[in-house]
């Protein structure tokens, strides 16, 4: 069993940076792959970047790459998410989520077993 705790969301400006944190409980945080998603009012959960156990290999979503970078610290049980040039689009609900199954990273929310609560990221512009 894994707990995940979201936090550094809050209110920014368009193109302010917000650094988002993801502690992990359990011993075992450096197998899991790790992801972050986040959800619009009235939309689905999507995808927003993932990382593999080792930190080796990432993947982002079309619509943040260049912008957000994925990072995590096993010795620490924490996965980042540094999210700079932030756009009113960026607005919702973020979360982490790890999963046992996944090989590499992972785009699929049905492959994660975790999911932290949350963290809200409101970007005004």
């Known amino acids: 069993q894994v707990r995940l705790v979201e936090s550094g969301g809050g209110l920014v400006q368009a193109g302010g940076s917000l650094r988002l944190s993801c502690a992990a409980s359990?011993?075992?945080?450096?197998?899991?792959?790790m992801g972050w998603f986040r959800q619009a009012p009235g939309k689905e959960r999507e995808f927003v970047a993932g990382i593999n156990w080792s930190g080796s290999s990432t993947d982002y979503a079309d619509s943040v790459k260049g912008r957000f970078t994925n990072s995590r610290d096993n010795a620490k049980n924490t996965e980042y998410l540094q999210m700079n040039s932030l756009k009113p689009e960026d607005t919702g609900v973020y979360y982490c989520?790890?999963?046992?199954?996944?090989?590499?990273?992972?785009?699929?929310?049905?492959?994660?077993?975790?999911w932290g609560q949350g963290t809200q990221v409101t970007v005004s512009s």
């Open positions: 989520a790890a999963s046992r199954r996944a090989r590499g990273t992972s785009r699929n929310l049905r492959e994660y077993d975790y």
């Open positions: 359990g011993r075992t945080f450096s197998t899991y792959v």
